[in-house]
């Protein structure tokens, strides 16, 4: 499983971005892809996560309403959508796929491949 993430940039508070994680070597029906963000200092935490083969979301409280998680399955495509963005949005954004077979737990704790990061950058 290869995680490809992109669209990270510098954006004013207020603002919008589209993260995207291009996925390959792997099946919808078996991964859950999330992302997680890490800022400088900080541990990394969960941002969100889809399970695309049951159609389950999870958004951690602060992006509640402010980030979108979907996925193309044609493209092989999980986008981040992210309007009203904060300064304390600003990290690095990691796409992470966790194996869901026999899992019941959500969002899950296990995972297995990452991808690199990309930068989001919120100014105020």
């Known amino acids: 499983v290869q995680l490809q993430a992109s669209g990270g940039g510098l954006v004013q508070a207020g603002g919008s971005l589209r993260l995207s994680c291009l996925a390959s070597?792997?099946?919808?029906?078996?991964?859950?892809i999330g992302w997680f963000r890490q800022a400088p200092g900080n541990k990394r935490t969960y941002v969100s996560y889809?399970?695309?083969?049951?159609?389950?979301?999870y958004y951690e409280d602060s992006v509640k309403g402010r980030f979108t998680i979907s996925s193309d399955k044609v493209k092989n495509v999980v986008y981040l959508q992210m309007d009203s963005l904060k300064p304390e949005d600003t990290a690095n954004y990691y796409c992470?796929?966790?194996?869901?077979?026999?899992?019941?737990?959500?969002?899950?704790?296990?995972?297995?491949?990452w991808g690199q990061g990309t930068q989001v950058t919120v100014s105020s």
């Open positions: 070597g792997f099946s919808w029906d078996t991964y859950a």
């Open positions: 889809i399970d695309s083969s049951t159609s389950r979301t």
């Open positions: 992470v796929a966790s194996w869901m077979v026999g899992v019941n737990e959500w969002p899950p704790r296990r995972y297995d491949y």
